[in-house]
Structure formats: structure tokens, C-alpha cells
């Protein structure tokens, strides 16, 4: 019904930037808040970033300053610019959202990428 496909994931050094792009298809009748999580081997998934319809945001202290959430409503997706990378962002990034679906009724809910590999490395 609904994929939220992420892209722009690689390797980058140390102090590099990388933006990460993450679309939304499907039967989607309204989209609510959208944001990247990330996990790293052995550790809890965590919140990176989020941002609402009307373009609120919202970042972990450990970002602030270094990354930009964004989102285009016209074309379901958000983005996540990340400047002044260090070894510790090495995670996989997952997008995620809140949104509406429309099949004979509307359902809210939410939904997961399949994530995207960040290895930051000189």
C-alpha cells in the first residue's frame, strides 16, 4: 500500500556532507510529520530529525547545527542534509512517517524505509 524509499546514503570522510532523500508512494491520502531515525550496530534505533506538514522542526542535540530537515509536499518526501560528518553519525538511516492511508476507508499510521548505510571514514 504505502513504500517510503530512501537514497543518497554512501561513504564519506570525516567533515564531509552527504544528503539523504527519502519518497513516499502509495494509496497516501495526507501526510502528518516525517523524520529520519538512525541506528548503529549494537545500539537503539534513535531519533535523528523530524518535521511536520507545516515545516516545524525538531533535532537531536547530537545534530543541531550540523544537519537540515526538509520535506517537499508535493512530491511526498523529506530530505536530510548533513554537513560536518563525524565517525559517530556511522549508522543506518531509516525514514519514517506518519501518514494517512485511503483504501475503503482512511487509516492512520505509521511507516519505515528500509534504511540506508552512512559510513563516515577517512
Known amino acids: 500500500q504505502v513504500q517510503l524509499v530512501e537514497s543518497g546514503g554512501g561513504l564519506v570522510q570525516p567533515g564531509g556532507s552527504l544528503k539523504l532523500s527519502c519518497a513516499a508512494s502509495g494509496s497516501i491520502f495526507s501526510i502528518y510529520a516525517m523524520g529520519w531515525y538512525r541506528q548503529a550496530p549494537g545500539k537503539q534505533r534513535e531519533l535523528v530529525a523530524t518535521i511536520t506538514s507545516g515545516g516545524s522542526t525538531n533535532y537531536a542535540d547530537s545534530v543541531k547545527g550540523r544537519f537540515t530537515i526538509s520535506r517537499d509536499n508535493a512530491k511526498n518526501t523529506v530530505y536530510l542534509q548533513m554537513n560536518s560528518l563525524k565517525p559517530e553519525d556511522t549508522s543506518v538511516y531509516y525514514c519514517?512517517?506518519?501518514?494517512?492511508?485511503?483504501?475503503?476507508?482512511?487509516?492512520?499510521?505509521?511507516?519505515w524505509g528500509q534504511g540506508t548505510q552512512v559510513t563516515v571514514s577517512s
Open positions: 519514517n512517517a506518519d501518514l494517512a492511508v485511503i483504501t475503503h476507508r482512511i487509516t492512520r499510521d505509521f511507516y
